[in-house]
Protein backbone atom coordinates (compact mmCIF):
# COMPACT_ATOMS: atom_id res chain seq x y z
CA UNK A 1 0.00 0.00 0.00
CA UNK A 2 1.27 3.21 -1.08
CA UNK A 3 1.00 6.25 1.65
CA UNK A 4 0.03 9.74 0.03
CA UNK A 5 0.50 12.71 2.47
CA UNK A 6 -1.37 15.67 2.38
CA UNK A 7 -0.45 17.71 -0.36
CA UNK A 8 -0.42 14.83 -3.27
CA UNK A 9 -4.08 13.93 -2.26
CA UNK A 10 -5.26 18.01 -2.58
CA UNK A 11 -3.77 17.76 -6.13
CA UNK A 12 -5.50 14.89 -6.86
CA UNK A 13 -8.48 16.17 -5.79
CA UNK A 14 -7.98 19.33 -7.20
CA UNK A 15 -9.08 17.21 -10.67
CA UNK A 16 -12.36 15.91 -9.18
CA UNK A 17 -14.81 18.63 -10.39
CA UNK A 18 -18.20 16.26 -9.60
CA UNK A 19 -19.06 16.86 -5.51
CA UNK A 20 -20.83 13.27 -5.63
CA UNK A 21 -17.23 11.32 -6.04
CA UNK A 22 -16.00 13.73 -3.17
CA UNK A 23 -19.07 12.53 -1.35
CA UNK A 24 -17.73 8.68 -1.96
CA UNK A 25 -14.31 9.69 -0.90
CA UNK A 26 -15.48 11.38 2.46
CA UNK A 27 -18.08 8.80 3.27
CA UNK A 28 -14.71 6.19 2.83
CA UNK A 29 -12.73 7.92 4.73
CA UNK A 30 -13.30 8.54 9.06
CA UNK A 31 -13.30 11.79 10.74
CA UNK A 32 -9.73 10.88 12.14
CA UNK A 33 -8.28 10.43 9.29
CA UNK A 34 -5.03 12.52 7.76
CA UNK A 35 -7.14 13.02 4.72
CA UNK A 36 -10.34 13.96 5.61
CA UNK A 37 -9.75 17.77 5.92
CA UNK A 38 -7.86 17.57 2.95
CA UNK A 39 -10.80 16.15 0.80
CA UNK A 40 -13.26 18.40 2.56
CA UNK A 41 -11.43 21.82 2.08
CA UNK A 42 -12.08 20.35 -1.91
CA UNK A 43 -15.69 19.98 -1.38
CA UNK A 44 -15.87 23.49 0.31
CA UNK A 45 -13.98 24.92 -3.08
CA UNK A 46 -17.66 23.90 -4.61
CA UNK A 47 -20.62 25.11 -5.13
CA UNK A 48 -23.19 24.35 -2.13
CA UNK A 49 -26.73 24.41 -2.73
CA UNK A 50 -29.89 24.74 -1.48
CA UNK A 51 -33.51 24.23 -3.33
CA UNK A 52 -36.76 24.39 -2.38
CA UNK A 53 -38.16 23.30 -6.26
CA UNK A 54 -39.27 19.75 -4.87
CA UNK A 55 -40.52 18.29 -1.41
CA UNK A 56 -37.25 16.04 -1.58
CA UNK A 57 -33.99 19.07 -2.31
CA UNK A 58 -36.53 21.48 0.58
CA UNK A 59 -36.56 19.05 3.17
CA UNK A 60 -32.65 18.12 2.84
CA UNK A 61 -31.84 21.86 2.22
CA UNK A 62 -33.39 22.77 5.74
CA UNK A 63 -31.44 20.25 7.41
CA UNK A 64 -28.22 21.28 5.87
CA UNK A 65 -28.82 25.25 7.19
CA UNK A 66 -29.57 23.73 10.96
CA UNK A 67 -25.63 22.05 10.43
CA UNK A 68 -24.60 25.44 8.56
CA UNK A 69 -25.52 27.63 11.70
CA UNK A 70 -25.02 25.22 14.28
CA UNK A 71 -23.27 27.62 16.86
CA UNK A 72 -22.36 25.06 19.38
CA UNK A 73 -18.78 24.16 17.29
CA UNK A 74 -15.48 25.62 17.77
CA UNK A 75 -16.59 27.42 14.04
CA UNK A 76 -19.75 28.45 12.10
CA UNK A 77 -19.68 25.70 9.12
CA UNK A 78 -21.47 28.79 7.18
CA UNK A 79 -17.85 30.40 7.01
CA UNK A 80 -16.81 27.60 4.90
CA UNK A 81 -18.81 28.20 2.17
CA UNK A 82 -16.93 29.94 -0.96
CA UNK A 83 -19.74 29.83 -3.61
CA UNK A 84 -23.30 29.58 -2.54
CA UNK A 85 -26.37 28.16 -5.60
CA UNK A 86 -29.77 28.94 -3.94
CA UNK A 87 -32.69 28.35 -5.81
CA UNK A 88 -36.21 29.86 -3.92
CA UNK A 89 -38.30 27.98 -6.69
CA UNK A 90 -41.08 25.50 -6.52
CA UNK A 91 -42.79 23.50 -9.60
CA UNK A 92 -45.93 24.54 -9.08
CA UNK A 93 -45.62 27.90 -8.88
CA UNK A 94 -46.40 29.12 -12.26
CA UNK A 95 -49.64 27.32 -12.33
CA UNK A 96 -50.68 29.15 -9.03
CA UNK A 97 -49.69 32.43 -10.41
CA UNK A 98 -51.73 32.04 -13.25
CA UNK A 99 -54.61 30.86 -11.63
CA UNK A 100 -54.63 33.36 -8.85
CA UNK A 101 -53.40 36.85 -10.87
CA UNK A 102 -51.78 38.54 -8.28
CA UNK A 103 -48.59 38.94 -6.85
CA UNK A 104 -47.01 36.02 -4.42
CA UNK A 105 -48.31 36.75 -0.63
CA UNK A 106 -45.70 36.28 2.21
CA UNK A 107 -48.36 36.24 4.66
CA UNK A 108 -49.16 32.90 5.61
CA UNK A 109 -52.62 34.15 7.43
CA UNK A 110 -53.42 36.74 4.39
CA UNK A 111 -55.70 36.19 1.33
CA UNK A 112 -54.69 35.41 -2.11
CA UNK A 113 -52.04 33.60 -3.82
CA UNK A 114 -49.12 32.07 -1.16
CA UNK A 115 -46.02 30.47 -1.04
CA UNK A 116 -45.72 26.88 -0.43
CA UNK A 117 -44.51 26.40 2.87
CA UNK A 118 -40.97 24.91 1.34
CA UNK A 119 -40.50 27.97 -0.39
CA UNK A 120 -41.42 30.74 2.16
CA UNK A 121 -39.10 28.51 5.15
CA UNK A 122 -36.23 28.61 3.49
CA UNK A 123 -36.73 32.43 1.72
CA UNK A 124 -36.67 33.44 5.55
CA UNK A 125 -34.03 31.82 6.75
CA UNK A 126 -31.40 33.52 4.09
CA UNK A 127 -30.29 36.46 5.69
CA UNK A 128 -29.39 34.86 8.79
CA UNK A 129 -27.19 32.52 6.21
CA UNK A 130 -25.94 35.49 4.67
CA UNK A 131 -24.91 37.36 7.47
CA UNK A 132 -22.67 34.20 8.64
CA UNK A 133 -21.24 33.33 5.46
CA UNK A 134 -18.09 35.93 5.73
CA UNK A 135 -15.90 34.31 3.25
CA UNK A 136 -18.52 33.90 0.50
CA UNK A 137 -16.69 34.83 -3.13
CA UNK A 138 -19.88 34.10 -5.17
CA UNK A 139 -23.70 33.65 -5.18
CA UNK A 140 -26.34 32.96 -7.51
CA UNK A 141 -29.94 33.24 -6.70
CA UNK A 142 -32.49 31.41 -8.60
CA UNK A 143 -36.09 32.63 -8.42
CA UNK A 144 -37.79 31.62 -11.45
CA UNK A 145 -40.67 30.50 -11.17
CA UNK A 146 -39.99 31.97 -7.00
CA UNK A 147 -39.38 34.74 -4.89
CA UNK A 148 -37.83 38.03 -5.18
CA UNK A 149 -34.53 38.90 -2.62
CA UNK A 150 -35.29 42.21 -0.46
CA UNK A 151 -33.56 44.38 1.04
CA UNK A 152 -33.32 42.28 4.14
CA UNK A 153 -31.17 39.36 1.77
CA UNK A 154 -29.73 42.31 0.06
CA UNK A 155 -28.26 44.43 3.15
CA UNK A 156 -26.09 41.55 4.60
CA UNK A 157 -24.53 40.98 1.38
CA UNK A 158 -22.65 44.63 1.58
CA UNK A 159 -20.75 43.66 4.50
CA UNK A 160 -19.30 40.27 2.71
CA UNK A 161 -15.91 41.76 2.24
CA UNK A 162 -14.73 38.80 -0.31
CA UNK A 163 -18.13 38.58 -2.23
CA UNK A 164 -17.25 39.09 -6.06
CA UNK A 165 -19.75 37.28 -8.46
CA UNK A 166 -23.56 37.73 -8.34
CA UNK A 167 -25.89 35.90 -10.40
CA UNK A 168 -29.90 36.70 -10.28
CA UNK A 169 -32.90 35.96 -12.24
CA UNK A 170 -34.68 39.28 -13.08
CA UNK A 171 -38.15 37.97 -14.21
CA UNK A 172 -39.98 35.89 -11.80
CA UNK A 173 -41.97 33.59 -14.15
CA UNK A 174 -42.50 32.72 -17.71
CA UNK A 175 -45.34 34.41 -19.38
CA UNK A 176 -44.73 33.06 -22.68
CA UNK A 177 -47.74 30.99 -22.46
CA UNK A 178 -50.12 34.54 -21.75
CA UNK A 179 -49.25 36.17 -24.61
CA UNK A 180 -52.21 35.75 -27.09
CA UNK A 181 -51.14 35.40 -30.56
CA UNK A 182 -52.85 38.11 -32.71
CA UNK A 183 -52.65 40.71 -30.99
CA UNK A 184 -51.95 44.31 -30.92
CA UNK A 185 -48.93 46.22 -30.39
CA UNK A 186 -47.55 48.79 -28.11
CA UNK A 187 -48.96 48.24 -24.57
CA UNK A 188 -48.31 44.37 -24.78
CA UNK A 189 -44.85 44.32 -23.44
CA UNK A 190 -45.97 45.60 -20.25
CA UNK A 191 -49.52 44.37 -19.84
CA UNK A 192 -47.60 40.89 -20.46
CA UNK A 193 -44.07 41.41 -18.41
CA UNK A 194 -43.81 39.23 -15.36
CA UNK A 195 -42.76 40.71 -11.72
CA UNK A 196 -39.31 41.57 -11.65
CA UNK A 197 -36.81 41.71 -8.71
CA UNK A 198 -36.73 45.50 -7.27
CA UNK A 199 -33.15 45.75 -8.04
CA UNK A 200 -32.15 48.98 -7.42
CA UNK A 201 -31.20 48.49 -3.76
CA UNK A 202 -28.82 46.22 -4.59
CA UNK A 203 -27.00 48.50 -7.97
CA UNK A 204 -26.32 51.27 -5.26
CA UNK A 205 -24.72 48.63 -2.39
CA UNK A 206 -23.52 45.54 -3.55
CA UNK A 207 -23.16 46.07 -7.18
CA UNK A 208 -19.82 48.05 -7.29
CA UNK A 209 -17.91 45.65 -5.56
CA UNK A 210 -18.07 42.87 -7.37
CA UNK A 211 -16.51 41.65 -10.73
CA UNK A 212 -18.85 39.27 -12.29
CA UNK A 213 -22.87 40.03 -12.90
CA UNK A 214 -25.29 37.68 -14.41
CA UNK A 215 -28.66 38.97 -14.94
CA UNK A 216 -30.80 36.66 -16.25
CA UNK A 217 -34.47 36.80 -17.64
CA UNK A 218 -34.72 40.36 -18.74
CA UNK A 219 -38.08 41.87 -19.82
CA UNK A 220 -38.58 45.14 -21.29
CA UNK A 221 -40.09 45.93 -18.00
CA UNK A 222 -36.90 45.36 -16.34
CA UNK A 223 -34.59 46.77 -19.28
CA UNK A 224 -35.51 50.21 -18.95
CA UNK A 225 -35.23 49.98 -14.73
CA UNK A 226 -31.44 49.22 -15.81
CA UNK A 227 -31.46 51.92 -18.69
CA UNK A 228 -32.70 54.13 -15.67
CA UNK A 229 -29.19 53.31 -13.81
CA UNK A 230 -26.65 54.39 -15.96
CA UNK A 231 -25.38 56.83 -13.51
CA UNK A 232 -24.88 54.34 -10.89
CA UNK A 233 -22.95 51.92 -13.19
CA UNK A 234 -20.49 54.30 -14.34
CA UNK A 235 -18.86 53.77 -10.93
CA UNK A 236 -18.54 50.48 -11.69
CA UNK A 237 -14.82 50.05 -12.07
CA UNK A 238 -14.28 46.71 -10.63
CA UNK A 239 -16.69 45.36 -12.73
CA UNK A 240 -15.08 43.17 -15.45
CA UNK A 241 -17.43 40.39 -16.84
CA UNK A 242 -21.33 40.80 -17.48
CA UNK A 243 -23.97 38.34 -18.66
CA UNK A 244 -26.98 39.78 -20.29
CA UNK A 245 -29.97 37.61 -21.15
CA UNK A 246 -32.28 39.67 -23.03
CA UNK A 247 -35.15 36.88 -23.72
CA UNK A 248 -37.42 37.71 -21.50
CA UNK A 249 -41.13 38.67 -22.96
CA UNK A 250 -42.15 40.31 -25.97
CA UNK A 251 -40.64 43.75 -25.82
CA UNK A 252 -41.57 46.15 -28.66
CA UNK A 253 -42.98 43.36 -30.77
CA UNK A 254 -45.69 44.59 -33.48
CA UNK A 255 -48.13 41.82 -32.97
CA UNK A 256 -50.01 39.67 -35.53
CA UNK A 257 -48.58 36.17 -35.42
CA UNK A 258 -47.10 34.51 -32.87
CA UNK A 259 -45.74 36.11 -30.08
CA UNK A 260 -41.90 36.84 -31.02
CA UNK A 261 -39.53 36.55 -27.27
CA UNK A 262 -37.07 39.47 -27.24
CA UNK A 263 -36.46 43.08 -28.78
CA UNK A 264 -37.04 43.45 -32.33
CA UNK A 265 -34.49 44.56 -34.64
CA UNK A 266 -35.57 48.35 -34.62
CA UNK A 267 -35.39 48.17 -30.78
CA UNK A 268 -32.65 50.73 -29.77
CA UNK A 269 -30.32 49.35 -27.24
CA UNK A 270 -28.17 52.69 -25.48
CA UNK A 271 -25.09 51.80 -23.68
CA UNK A 272 -24.91 51.16 -19.85
CA UNK A 273 -22.34 52.83 -19.53
CA UNK A 274 -20.24 50.18 -17.57
CA UNK A 275 -16.77 51.72 -17.77
CA UNK A 276 -14.42 48.41 -17.55
CA UNK A 277 -16.95 45.41 -19.06
CA UNK A 278 -13.73 42.68 -20.66
CA UNK A 279 -16.30 39.83 -21.13
CA UNK A 280 -19.31 40.07 -22.35
CA UNK A 281 -21.84 37.53 -22.86
CA UNK A 282 -25.01 38.21 -24.44
CA UNK A 283 -27.99 35.75 -24.54
CA UNK A 284 -30.47 36.91 -27.50
CA UNK A 285 -33.27 35.53 -29.92
CA UNK A 286 -32.49 35.63 -33.06
CA UNK A 287 -35.24 38.09 -34.50
CA UNK A 288 -33.03 40.70 -32.40
CA UNK A 289 -30.28 39.99 -35.08
CA UNK A 290 -31.99 40.15 -38.37
CA UNK A 291 -30.90 43.76 -39.37
CA UNK A 292 -27.38 44.93 -40.30
CA UNK A 293 -26.74 46.70 -36.92
CA UNK A 294 -24.90 46.27 -33.95
CA UNK A 295 -28.25 46.14 -31.73
CA UNK A 296 -27.41 44.99 -28.58
CA UNK A 297 -23.58 45.10 -28.32
CA UNK A 298 -24.25 48.57 -27.79
CA UNK A 299 -24.81 47.92 -24.37
CA UNK A 300 -21.07 47.53 -23.80
CA UNK A 301 -18.32 49.75 -24.75
CA UNK A 302 -16.80 47.41 -27.51
CA UNK A 303 -13.32 48.54 -27.65
CA UNK A 304 -12.76 47.54 -24.05
CA UNK A 305 -13.89 43.55 -24.64
CA UNK A 306 -11.49 40.49 -24.75
CA UNK A 307 -13.84 37.98 -24.84
CA UNK A 308 -17.39 38.41 -26.42
CA UNK A 309 -20.07 34.82 -26.25
CA UNK A 310 -23.43 34.82 -27.81
CA UNK A 311 -25.66 32.69 -27.17
CA UNK A 312 -28.89 32.89 -30.04
CA UNK A 313 -31.83 31.36 -28.83
CA UNK A 314 -35.21 31.27 -30.81
CA UNK A 315 -37.72 34.40 -30.76
CA UNK A 316 -40.64 32.32 -31.74
CA UNK A 317 -39.98 28.64 -30.19
CA UNK A 318 -41.20 26.39 -33.62
CA UNK A 319 -39.30 28.17 -35.85
CA UNK A 320 -35.82 30.29 -36.55
CA UNK A 321 -34.98 33.46 -37.82
CA UNK A 322 -32.74 32.07 -40.20
CA UNK A 323 -30.17 35.24 -41.58
CA UNK A 324 -28.57 37.14 -39.04
CA UNK A 325 -26.86 40.13 -40.02
CA UNK A 326 -24.98 41.41 -36.64
CA UNK A 327 -21.63 40.54 -38.09
CA UNK A 328 -22.07 43.04 -41.33
CA UNK A 329 -22.42 46.09 -38.97
CA UNK A 330 -19.61 44.69 -36.49
CA UNK A 331 -15.94 46.01 -37.84
CA UNK A 332 -12.73 44.14 -36.26
CA UNK A 333 -11.91 47.93 -35.38
CA UNK A 334 -15.06 47.95 -33.09
CA UNK A 335 -12.92 45.14 -31.24
CA UNK A 336 -9.16 45.58 -31.26
CA UNK A 337 -8.48 43.59 -27.72
CA UNK A 338 -10.59 40.66 -28.68
CA UNK A 339 -8.87 37.23 -27.80
CA UNK A 340 -12.31 35.06 -27.92
CA UNK A 341 -15.34 35.03 -29.93
CA UNK A 342 -18.01 32.17 -29.42
CA UNK A 343 -21.59 31.68 -30.66
CA UNK A 344 -23.70 28.97 -29.77
CA UNK A 345 -26.74 28.63 -32.50
CA UNK A 346 -29.42 27.47 -30.44
CA UNK A 347 -30.68 24.76 -33.06
CA UNK A 348 -33.58 21.86 -33.24
CA UNK A 349 -32.16 18.79 -34.77
CA UNK A 350 -32.96 15.31 -33.39
CA UNK A 351 -32.39 13.50 -36.12
CA UNK A 352 -28.88 13.37 -35.01
CA UNK A 353 -29.27 11.04 -32.35
CA UNK A 354 -31.38 8.36 -34.20
CA UNK A 355 -29.17 6.11 -36.81
CA UNK A 356 -32.47 6.29 -39.02
CA UNK A 357 -34.11 9.40 -40.12
CA UNK A 358 -37.25 7.13 -40.00
CA UNK A 359 -37.11 7.27 -36.10
CA UNK A 360 -37.23 11.16 -36.09
CA UNK A 361 -40.50 11.18 -37.57
CA UNK A 362 -42.01 13.15 -34.22
CA UNK A 363 -38.75 14.75 -33.48
CA UNK A 364 -36.94 18.26 -35.61
CA UNK A 365 -34.56 18.64 -37.84
CA UNK A 366 -32.87 22.40 -38.54
CA UNK A 367 -30.26 23.37 -40.27
CA UNK A 368 -29.21 26.00 -37.78
CA UNK A 369 -28.62 30.03 -39.11
CA UNK A 370 -26.63 31.83 -41.60
CA UNK A 371 -24.67 34.58 -40.07
CA UNK A 372 -23.40 37.26 -42.64
CA UNK A 373 -20.32 38.59 -42.40
CA UNK A 374 -18.73 36.63 -40.23
CA UNK A 375 -16.68 35.07 -42.97
CA UNK A 376 -14.80 36.11 -44.98
CA UNK A 377 -15.75 39.98 -43.96
CA UNK A 378 -14.86 39.67 -40.29
CA UNK A 379 -13.09 36.87 -39.57
CA UNK A 380 -10.96 37.39 -43.19
CA UNK A 381 -9.83 41.20 -41.68
CA UNK A 382 -7.14 39.06 -40.22
CA UNK A 383 -5.97 38.58 -43.39
CA UNK A 384 -5.09 42.46 -43.09
CA UNK A 385 -4.32 42.64 -39.47
CA UNK A 386 -7.62 42.92 -38.19
CA UNK A 387 -8.16 40.97 -34.80
CA UNK A 388 -4.79 40.69 -34.06
CA UNK A 389 -5.50 39.16 -30.65
CA UNK A 390 -8.12 36.36 -31.60
CA UNK A 391 -6.69 33.07 -30.56
CA UNK A 392 -9.81 31.52 -29.36
CA UNK A 393 -13.09 31.05 -31.59
CA UNK A 394 -15.47 28.63 -30.36
CA UNK A 395 -18.71 28.23 -32.93
CA UNK A 396 -21.17 25.45 -34.14
CA UNK A 397 -24.05 24.01 -35.83
CA UNK A 398 -23.16 25.64 -39.55
CA UNK A 399 -22.09 29.18 -38.54
CA UNK A 400 -18.89 29.03 -40.47
CA UNK A 401 -20.36 27.82 -43.64
CA UNK A 402 -21.34 29.34 -47.14
CA UNK A 403 -25.26 30.52 -46.95
CA UNK A 404 -25.78 27.92 -49.50
CA UNK A 405 -24.63 25.12 -47.11
CA UNK A 406 -21.64 23.38 -49.46
CA UNK A 407 -20.39 20.40 -48.38
CA UNK A 408 -17.22 20.91 -46.38
CA UNK A 409 -15.07 18.87 -48.79
CA UNK A 410 -15.81 21.39 -51.44
CA UNK A 411 -15.65 24.22 -49.67
CA UNK A 412 -12.07 23.66 -48.42
CA UNK A 413 -11.03 21.52 -51.35
CA UNK A 414 -7.45 23.05 -52.36
CA UNK A 415 -7.91 22.25 -55.75
CA UNK A 416 -11.14 24.29 -56.08
CA UNK A 417 -11.02 27.22 -58.64
CA UNK A 418 -14.70 28.50 -57.49
CA UNK A 419 -13.88 32.35 -56.63
CA UNK A 420 -16.40 32.28 -53.51
CA UNK A 421 -14.63 28.93 -51.99
CA UNK A 422 -11.22 30.21 -52.54
CA UNK A 423 -12.01 33.36 -50.60
CA UNK A 424 -13.48 31.69 -47.73
CA UNK A 425 -10.63 29.28 -47.23
CA UNK A 426 -7.91 32.20 -47.32
CA UNK A 427 -10.37 33.79 -44.56
CA UNK A 428 -10.61 30.44 -42.26
CA UNK A 429 -6.72 29.87 -42.96
CA UNK A 430 -5.95 33.08 -41.60
CA UNK A 431 -7.73 33.20 -38.74
CA UNK A 432 -7.31 29.25 -37.27
CA UNK A 433 -3.81 29.67 -38.58
CA UNK A 434 -3.16 31.79 -35.05
CA UNK A 435 -5.70 29.98 -33.23
CA UNK A 436 -4.83 27.77 -29.94
CA UNK A 437 -8.81 27.02 -29.49
CA UNK A 438 -11.18 26.36 -31.87
CA UNK A 439 -14.76 24.78 -31.78
CA UNK A 440 -15.88 24.71 -35.34
CA UNK A 441 -19.44 25.06 -36.41
CA UNK A 442 -19.47 23.38 -40.21
CA UNK A 443 -22.20 20.79 -38.92
CA UNK A 444 -21.62 16.82 -38.35
CA UNK A 445 -17.97 16.45 -40.01
CA UNK A 446 -16.30 13.13 -41.20
CA UNK A 447 -12.25 12.27 -40.52
CA UNK A 448 -11.82 13.84 -44.32
CA UNK A 449 -13.42 17.08 -43.43
CA UNK A 450 -11.65 17.30 -40.26
CA UNK A 451 -8.33 16.57 -42.14
CA UNK A 452 -8.87 19.95 -44.59
CA UNK A 453 -10.28 22.01 -41.56
CA UNK A 454 -7.10 20.89 -39.33
CA UNK A 455 -4.93 21.49 -42.67
CA UNK A 456 -5.60 25.11 -42.04
CA UNK A 457 -4.64 25.47 -38.25
CA UNK A 458 -0.98 25.65 -36.62
CA UNK A 459 0.33 22.71 -35.33
CA UNK A 460 2.32 24.65 -32.96
CA UNK A 461 -0.48 26.76 -31.54
CA UNK A 462 -3.89 24.65 -31.16
CA UNK A 463 -4.14 23.14 -28.51
CA UNK A 464 -7.78 22.81 -27.95
CA UNK A 465 -10.16 21.37 -30.88
CA UNK A 466 -14.21 20.69 -30.82
CA UNK A 467 -16.31 19.46 -33.63
CA UNK A 468 -19.88 17.61 -34.56
CA UNK A 469 -18.86 14.14 -35.66
CA UNK A 470 -20.73 12.62 -38.61
CA UNK A 471 -21.34 9.38 -36.70
CA UNK A 472 -23.74 8.65 -39.88
CA UNK A 473 -20.83 8.24 -42.17
CA UNK A 474 -19.35 5.11 -40.89
CA UNK A 475 -21.43 2.31 -39.55
CA UNK A 476 -23.63 1.77 -36.28
CA UNK A 477 -20.59 -0.40 -34.57
CA UNK A 478 -17.45 0.87 -36.11
CA UNK A 479 -14.55 2.39 -33.73
CA UNK A 480 -13.88 5.81 -34.14
CA UNK A 481 -12.05 6.77 -37.59
CA UNK A 482 -8.13 5.70 -37.64
CA UNK A 483 -8.36 8.86 -40.12
CA UNK A 484 -9.87 11.34 -37.32
CA UNK A 485 -6.74 9.48 -34.83
CA UNK A 486 -4.39 10.19 -37.60
CA UNK A 487 -5.12 13.92 -37.63
CA UNK A 488 -5.44 14.43 -34.13
CA UNK A 489 -2.04 12.91 -33.70
CA UNK A 490 -0.20 15.44 -35.80
CA UNK A 491 -0.61 18.03 -33.46
CA UNK A 492 2.27 18.03 -30.70
CA UNK A 493 0.13 20.27 -28.34
CA UNK A 494 -3.36 19.52 -28.82
CA UNK A 495 -4.78 18.84 -25.06
CA UNK A 496 -8.43 19.14 -25.30
CA UNK A 497 -10.76 17.18 -28.03
CA UNK A 498 -14.44 17.84 -27.81
CA UNK A 499 -17.07 16.33 -29.73
CA UNK A 500 -20.52 17.97 -29.57
CA UNK A 501 -22.51 14.91 -29.71
CA UNK A 502 -22.44 11.40 -28.69
CA UNK A 503 -23.20 8.52 -30.95
CA UNK A 504 -26.91 7.90 -32.09
CA UNK A 505 -29.19 6.38 -30.16
CA UNK A 506 -26.70 5.92 -27.12
CA UNK A 507 -28.24 9.05 -25.27
CA UNK A 508 -32.13 7.99 -25.38
CA UNK A 509 -34.26 7.19 -22.42
CA UNK A 510 -33.79 3.36 -22.01
CA UNK A 511 -30.82 3.17 -23.59
CA UNK A 512 -27.37 2.97 -22.01
CA UNK A 513 -26.22 6.51 -20.69
CA UNK A 514 -23.90 8.01 -22.83
CA UNK A 515 -21.03 8.22 -20.54
CA UNK A 516 -20.86 4.82 -19.66
CA UNK A 517 -22.13 3.38 -23.19
CA UNK A 518 -18.72 0.67 -23.69
CA UNK A 519 -18.73 2.35 -27.26
CA UNK A 520 -18.47 5.42 -26.09
CA UNK A 521 -15.35 4.47 -23.68
CA UNK A 522 -13.98 2.96 -26.15
CA UNK A 523 -13.89 5.74 -28.48
CA UNK A 524 -12.48 8.07 -25.45
CA UNK A 525 -9.89 5.95 -25.06
CA UNK A 526 -8.83 5.86 -28.76
CA UNK A 527 -8.49 9.35 -28.55
CA UNK A 528 -6.21 9.22 -25.72
CA UNK A 529 -3.91 6.19 -27.47
CA UNK A 530 -3.40 8.49 -30.44
CA UNK A 531 -1.91 11.40 -29.10
CA UNK A 532 -0.01 11.59 -25.83
CA UNK A 533 -0.02 15.06 -25.33
CA UNK A 534 -4.43 15.28 -25.23
CA UNK A 535 -5.00 15.49 -21.40
CA UNK A 536 -8.77 15.83 -21.90
CA UNK A 537 -11.48 14.51 -24.28
CA UNK A 538 -14.71 15.49 -24.04
CA UNK A 539 -18.53 13.99 -24.89
CA UNK A 540 -21.33 16.24 -24.96
CA UNK A 541 -21.89 18.80 -22.79
CA UNK A 542 -19.41 19.01 -19.84
CA UNK A 543 -19.04 14.88 -20.22
CA UNK A 544 -15.40 14.86 -19.26
CA UNK A 545 -12.26 12.12 -18.78
CA UNK A 546 -9.35 13.14 -18.16
CA UNK A 547 -5.82 11.82 -17.58
CA UNK A 548 -2.14 12.50 -17.08
CA UNK A 549 -0.34 12.41 -20.50
CA UNK A 550 2.67 10.62 -18.66
CA UNK A 551 0.59 8.14 -17.31
CA UNK A 552 -0.43 6.71 -20.77
CA UNK A 553 -4.47 6.01 -21.34
CA UNK A 554 -4.56 3.64 -18.94
CA UNK A 555 -5.08 6.31 -16.29
CA UNK A 556 -8.05 7.81 -17.36
CA UNK A 557 -10.61 9.29 -14.98
CA UNK A 558 -14.34 10.59 -15.37
CA UNK A 559 -14.42 14.00 -13.65
CA UNK A 560 -17.69 15.14 -15.26
CA UNK A 561 -20.62 12.89 -16.02
CA UNK A 562 -23.14 15.83 -17.53
CA UNK A 563 -25.76 15.42 -15.40
CA UNK A 564 -25.86 19.04 -14.35
CA UNK A 565 -24.28 20.14 -17.86
CA UNK A 566 -23.16 22.90 -18.06
CA UNK A 567 -20.49 22.15 -14.90
CA UNK A 568 -18.77 25.06 -13.59
CA UNK A 569 -15.91 22.78 -12.11
CA UNK A 570 -15.05 21.69 -15.85
CA UNK A 571 -13.38 23.67 -18.61
CA UNK A 572 -15.70 26.20 -20.38
CA UNK A 573 -14.03 24.80 -23.42
CA UNK A 574 -16.71 21.56 -22.83
CA UNK A 575 -19.98 23.45 -22.37
CA UNK A 576 -21.49 23.21 -25.40
CA UNK A 577 -23.39 20.32 -27.26
CA UNK A 578 -25.45 17.61 -26.17
CA UNK A 579 -27.69 18.05 -23.19
CA UNK A 580 -30.29 15.88 -21.80
CA UNK A 581 -33.36 16.90 -20.56
CA UNK A 582 -34.91 15.09 -17.86
CA UNK A 583 -38.12 13.89 -16.28
CA UNK A 584 -39.39 15.60 -13.50
CA UNK A 585 -38.00 13.96 -11.33
CA UNK A 586 -36.30 11.31 -12.89
CA UNK A 587 -32.94 10.44 -14.28
CA UNK A 588 -33.08 9.17 -17.52
CA UNK A 589 -32.95 11.85 -20.43
CA UNK A 590 -36.31 11.54 -22.40
CA UNK A 591 -36.09 13.01 -26.39
CA UNK A 592 -39.88 13.21 -28.42
CA UNK A 593 -41.87 15.87 -29.82
CA UNK A 594 -42.98 17.17 -26.45
CA UNK A 595 -39.58 18.04 -25.91
CA UNK A 596 -37.54 19.38 -28.67
CA UNK A 597 -34.82 21.12 -27.12
CA UNK A 598 -32.97 17.79 -25.48
CA UNK A 599 -29.66 18.95 -27.75
CA UNK A 600 -30.06 22.95 -27.77
CA UNK A 601 -28.46 25.62 -25.10
CA UNK A 602 -30.95 25.67 -22.91
CA UNK A 603 -29.60 23.75 -19.53
CA UNK A 604 -32.27 21.40 -17.74
CA UNK A 605 -33.43 22.42 -14.36
CA UNK A 606 -30.79 20.07 -12.27
CA UNK A 607 -32.10 17.52 -9.55
CA UNK A 608 -30.39 18.77 -6.58
CA UNK A 609 -32.40 16.40 -3.80
CA UNK A 610 -30.12 13.67 -3.66
CA UNK A 611 -26.65 15.72 -3.68
CA UNK A 612 -28.44 17.85 -0.82
CA UNK A 613 -29.07 15.01 1.09
CA UNK A 614 -24.98 14.08 0.64
CA UNK A 615 -24.54 17.32 2.09
CA UNK A 616 -26.94 16.91 4.79
CA UNK A 617 -25.35 13.49 5.62
CA UNK A 618 -21.69 14.78 5.89
CA UNK A 619 -22.20 17.55 7.84
CA UNK A 620 -24.33 15.67 10.39
CA UNK A 621 -21.33 13.00 10.88
CA UNK A 622 -19.09 16.32 11.02
CA UNK A 623 -21.07 18.16 14.00
CA UNK A 624 -21.77 15.18 15.59
Given at each position: ???????????????????????????????????FPVALARLWELPVYLDSYDPRAAVASQKVLDYLLDTSGPRLLAESIRHLDVSIEHKDLDSQRRRMRGPPVLDRTASGFRLPGDVLALYER?????????????????????????????????????????????????????????????????????????????????????????????????????????????????????????????????????????????????????????????????????????????????????????????????????????????????????????????????????????????????????????????????????????????????????????????????????????????????????????????????????????????PAKLSQFGFEWNWHDYARDEEISAGLLAHLARFPKLNDIHILFPRPETQL????????????????????????????????????????????????????????????????????????????????????????????????????????????????????
Open positions: MVDINEDVFSQILSHVCDSKNLYTILVALPKSHLLLPELFKRTVNLESLDYHSRPGIAMESKHVEPLQHLERLRRFAVNCALRDREVDIPAGAGPGELSAQYDAENWQIEPFFSTVGPLIISLDLRNINQTMFAALTGQTDVFTSYHTLEHLKLDITEGVWDWNGGGSPAMGASPDFKFPCLGFPSVKRFELIVCDKTLQESQKGPLDLVHCNLLTELSIIVRHSIFWMAYETLKLFEALSPLDLPALSHLEIKDSTRNTERHYWSSTDNQLGWKREGRVYFGLVPSFLGSIRAGGLPNLTSLWVDERILVLPHRCAVRDLLDPESDEETYIIWTQSLRAAFGQLESLRVGFGPINHTDAGRILDLCDSGRPDPVVDARTLSDVTSIFKCNGNICRVGIGNSVVWERDPSQGASAILFVSDGSTAPNAAVSKFFHAGYMPKYFPGGVLPRLDASNPDSDNFIPPRPVRGEEIEQLRDLLQRIVA
